[in-house]
C-alpha cells in the first residue's frame, strides 16, 4: 500500500539543529523528496535523495536513508527562523505507463523559537 | 527557475456553480498535476496528465474533471462546487521520470458556501 508517516509538529531554539523523521511503505521508490511549505504558499523541492543512497549533504541540509527500516529524515544544522515552515516527505510510486505519481506525507510543522 | 502560476489566490464560490482552476507553466514539462490539501490529510492527487489531452485519475477524482489542450496549461473544473470541495488546491508540474522533480505554484485556497 502507500503510505508515507511523519509526526505532525517539532519546537525547537534557533541555532539548534532540527530533525524531521518520515517512514515510507514502498520499498521500490527510486527518488524520495523533501518539499517545504512557507505559510500561504505552495510546496518547495528542498531537496531529494535517489534509493541507492544512504546519505545526501546540500549547505545546511542532511538527508538520511535507511532502506532497511524504510525511514528518511532530514536535518537542519543551525535552524532560523526562516526555516519555520511544514515540511513533507514524499516517495515515487508507480502508476502504470511511463510515469510515477508523488504519494505525501501528512507534512511536519517546525516551529523554531528565537 | 521553473515557474507555476494559478489564475488565483483566493477564491469564494456558491454551491452548485462551476468553477474552473487553471495553471499554467514555462518549463514544457510533459506531466502536470491536480493536488488537494487538507489540514492532517496532506496532500492528496486529484487528477494528472503526463501529456496534451490526456489525463490519469488520481486517489480523489470525484467531483473534479481536468482539461489539458495545450502543454503548458492544465484546468481543474468543478462541475458542481460543494462545500466539501472548500480547499486549497494546488497545481505542479513535473520532470517526469527518474527523478519526477515536482514545482508547485502558489496555490488556490477555494471556499464552497
Known amino acids: 500500500g502507500e503510505d508515507v508517516e511523519q509526526s505532525l509538529f517539532l519546537s525547537v531554539r534557533e541555532g539548534d539543529s532540527s530533525v524531521i523523521n518520515c517512514t515510507y511503505t514502498d520499498s521500490s521508490s527510486t527518488y524520495l523528496y523533501w518539499y517545504k511549505q512557507e505559510p500561504g504558499a505552495g510546496l518547495q523541492l528542498l531537496t531529494y535523495?535517489?534509493?541507492?543512497?544512504d546519505m545526501k549533504q546540500d549547505q545546511r541540509l542532511t538527508v538520511l536513508l535507511n532502506k532497511k527500516d524504510k525511514h528518511l529524515s532530514l536535518r537542519i544544522a543551525d535552524t532560523q527562523t526562516g526555516d519555520s515552515a511544514i515540511y513533507f516527505c514524499?516517495?515515487?510510486?508507480?502508476?502504470?505507463?511511463?510515469?510515477?505519481?508523488?504519494?505525501f506525507g501528512t507534512g511536519t510543522l517546525l516551529a523554531v523559537q528565537p | 527557475d521553473v515557474k507555476v502560476t494559478q489564475s488565483s489566490r483566493y477564491l469564494v464560490k456558491r454551491t452548485g456553480e462551476k468553477v474552473f482552476l487553471e495553471c499554467v507553466q514555462d518549463m514544457d514539462h510533459e506531466n502536470m498535476f491536480w493536488y488537494r490539501q487538507d489540514p492532517g490529510l496532506g496532500l492528496r492527487l486529484i487528477y494528472f496528465?503526463?501529456?496534451?489531452?490526456?489525463?490519469e485519475k488520481g486517489d480523489i477524482p470525484e467531483g473534479y474533471s481536468v482539461s489539458r489542450e495545450k502543454k503548458e496549461r492544465f484546468s481543474l473544473i468543478l462541475e458542481s462546487a460543494s462545500t466539501n470541495q472548500t480547499s486549497m488546491y494546488l497545481c505542479?508540474?513535473?520532470?517526469?521520470?527518474?527523478?519526477?522533480?515536482?514545482?508547485f505554484g502558489p496555490g488556490t485556497r477555494l471556499t464552497v458556501t
Open positions: 505542479a508540474s513535473g520532470s517526469g521520470p527518474p527523478e519526477d522533480e515536482q514545482y
Open positions: 514524499a516517495e515515487t510510486f508507480p502508476y502504470g505507463g511511463a510515469t510515477n505519481k508523488l504519494i
Open positions: 496528465s503526463y501529456d496534451v489531452k490526456m489525463k
Open positions: 535523495i535517489f534509493s541507492n543512497m
